[in-house]
Every structure is written in structure tokens, then in C-alpha cells.
T-cell receptor, first 112, second 115 residues
């Protein structure tokens, strides 16, 4: 079955760039999503990328997709303490069950 | 547009009781999914409803059930509560289902504590 893997923790200093990585196994993945979860809240959609794209940039966020290696990354430039949260990667497949598969989330801790 | 609304935000129940959680999706969204989130298991898919029909189901026991109404609002029910059911229950809506470029939009969840 499909699987999405993420490292569990990432710690960075305020002002540095953060890179959160994700790998997936389903070669038919069509859409790949990044969500952010702050304490006590639900998941907020940050951005998503189609599988026929290599990169997508949205202000401080850059998503890179290596389809050959099934590797997705989210880069946050000039990381702020407000970026501290759990980041989830998810993938969805065309013609599949309509249900995206989520990774277990990466806890990003930003030190002042 | 109003976001996904879940009620109540917090619930405390005792073992053996049952509980009903409610979710109002974004207007126009026909798909509603439910997830259980715990520190140990992460985000676990419970079920998905589309146009009042359960279209997908996760690997949870029959004590977990749900339904969707004609206005797309959804409820989930957990009967005979166990301590292990303590979790954050998240509802998410999307126009068509969340996987084919129709991203899920999540509510803030219901925190259920079973004592």
C-alpha cells in the first residue's frame, strides 16, 4: 500500500532556512500536499504541487519535487518562531480512493 | 466563506459511554472525512462520506460510525468508549474528496478525553 515517510523532528535557529523532507512510495501520486498544525488546532493547508511540476514557490515557502526518487521537500526561508508547528506531507493519487495518505508529521522547533 | 466547524471543542466521557461529534463542512463541499489523531499513532483515517454515502472506511472497529446529512453536515459516533479512544478527532471537508487536487480543509477538532 501507499506509504509516506517523514523525519519526526527538526530544530533550527530563527532566521535560518528550514528544510522538511518527505518520501512516498506510490508512483501514481498526482498531488502532493503540505499541511501545518499549530498546537490545539487542526491542519492548515500550506501548499500543494502537481506531480508534473518540479518546484513551486509561494512567498517564504518553496516546494521541490523529485518524482524519480519520490522525494518531496518544503523549504521555509527566514524561519520565524511562529513557524514552530508540526508539518505534514500528504499524497493523493488520480483514480484512487479520494483519500490522501498522510505522513506522521515533522515537528519543527525554532530557537530564538 | 466560513471554515469547517466542529462541535464540541472538548468532551470528557467515562468508559462505556457513547459520544457524538458534529462537523459542518465548508459551504459547497460534499465530501467529509474524519480522522483520529493521537501522539502514538499519528493521523489515522476513520471514514469519508460523500453525498450522504460512506465512500471510504479506515481500519477502525464497528464502535466507530458516522453519517452525513443532505446538507453535507456529518456526525460521528463512538459507542462503548474505551480509554484508548482519547484523542483529537478531526473533520475535514473538500469539494470532491481530498486526493485529486481537491485539498482537505480541516476543522480545529474535538478533543475527547475518556476517563
Amino acid at each position: 500500500g501507499e506509504d509516506v515517510e517523514q523525519s519526526l523532528f527538526l530544530s533550527v535557529r530563527e532566521g535560518d532556512s528550514s528544510v522538511i523532507n518527505c518520501t512516498y512510495t506510490d508512483s501514481s501520486s498526482t498531488y502532493l500536499y503540505w499541511y501545518k498544525q499549530e498546537p490545539g488546532a487542526g491542519l492548515q493547508l500550506l501548499t500543494y504541487i502537481f506531480s508534473n511540476m518540479d518546484m513551486k514557490q509561494d512567498q517564504r515557502l518553496t516546494v521541490l519535487l523529485n518524482k524519480k526518487d519520490k522525494h518531496l521537500s518544503l523549504r521555509i526561508a527566514d524561519t520565524q518562531t511562529g513557524d514552530s508547528a508540526i508539518y505534514f506531507c500528504a499524497e493523493g493519487s488520480s483514480g484512487g480512493s479520494y483519500i490522501p495518505t498522510f505522513g506522521r508529521g515533522t515537528s519543527l522547533i525554532v530557537h530564538p | 466563506k466560513a471554515g469547517v466547524t466542529q462541535t464540541p471543542r472538548y468532551l470528557i466521557k467515562t468508559r462505556g459511554q457513547q459520544v457524538t461529534l458534529s462537523c459542518s463542512p465548508i459551504s459547497g463541499h460534499r465530501s467529509v472525512s474524519w480522522y483520529q489523531q493521537t501522539p502514538g499513532q499519528g493521523l489515522q483515517f476513520l471514514f469519508e462520506y460523500f453525498s450522504e454515502t460512506q465512500r471510504n472506511k479506515g481500519n477502525f472497529p464497528g464502535r466507530f460510525s458516522g453519517r452525513q446529512f443532505s446538507n453535507s453536515r456529518s456526525e460521528m459516533n463512538v459507542s462503548t468508549l474505551e480509554l484508548g479512544d482519547s484523542a483529537l478527532y478531526l473533520c475535514a471537508s473538500s469539494p470532491t474528496g481530498g486526493a485529486e487536487g481537491s485539498p482537505l480543509h480541516f476543522g480545529n477538532g474535538t478533543r475527547l478525553t475518556v476517563t
